[in-house]
């Protein structure tokens, strides 16, 4: 299985790919223009053939010089999150998904599978309309999902978009819906390895000094912040402006129990905030480790700082959920 990666970040799909047990694939290509992204993929990849391009410099022949039988992207998700200013197909970011819509996928002979992960609302969007129809006409059948990862068993919010394509004659073992299936009604191998908070932290909070939320902070946006504790079941999504921004990026931890969290947050609510009883909570940020396992990643040693990491594991995938997807898709 011969397999290109666009938009290949830090190489999420690589490893999904592995998670799936796909033993006898081959990553010919990736391809991004995220020179610190790059930087992390070479270091967990260092013999893939990866290129820092514009994706809409390759032509199809250059393309299908690789002989690929799948394609794997996640393109860029600002043109259609609710946080942006949705410029959809309008957005120069999408110029490189319209370059392979209109005529990577089109030219190609070789392709026979592709999935596509982005953010809820692409659903929706002007480019997933001309993706399907792309791929329609191009003799493709296709499924689309919202899914997250709750729905594996794992103990975290990621709402994403997927899509999975195959080359007919190949077909679905899910039967065709005219709705976007949002439920995971096909796969009973959850994930084991992540089913609550614990499971993703750090041998020593001692060491983790770095990352508690410091006073600024605490005063400015404590009441607003998402806490968990290590029996929760559930985290918020994190985002890649995690930990530079507190409201809506992700959850954040207290070594408390959540009797005694929830204690102190009822005299928070109660008061005006005091410093000192804010501090009790003890409450730090995740590392960039720790996000990671949430994510399914294996465990990693990112080569840049924890910001960039942040950024970089915020704009990735679930690598568990993926790996699922594309059992499904090669089915």
Known sequence: MRVVEFFSGIGGMHFALKECDMTDFEVVLAVDINTVANTVYRH???STNL???????LSPEQFDAYSPDMLLMSPPCQPFTRNGLVKDI??????????????IIPKSRSLKYILVENVKGFECSLARNKLVESLSQSGFTYREFLLSPVHFG??????????LAKKKPLDFAIPLQNDIITENHWDNKLCEHVKQVSDVLCESETELKEYLINDK????????LDI??????????FTRSYSSYLCGTGSVYSSLCEENVENIKKIINDNE???EVLKSLKLRFFTPAEISRFMCFPKLDFPVNKKKAYQLLGNSINVY??????CVLLS
């Open 273 to 275: 905030s005091n410093l």
């Open 90 to 103: 309008g957005d120069d970011r999408t110029k490189p998904l319209l370059h392979i819509i209109e005529n």
């Open 44 to 46: 967990f990849f260092p």
């Open 321 to 326: 959920v993926v790996s699922r997807l594309l």
């Open 51 to 57: 290129r820092d391009l514009n994706i809409v410099s």
């Open 154 to 163: 794992i103990c975290n919010s990621r709402l994403r978009y997927y899509l």
């Open 217 to 224: 902070q605490l005063l400015k946006g404590a009441k607003a």
């Open 228 to 237: 968990v504790t290590k029996h929760c079941k559930r985290s918020c999504c």
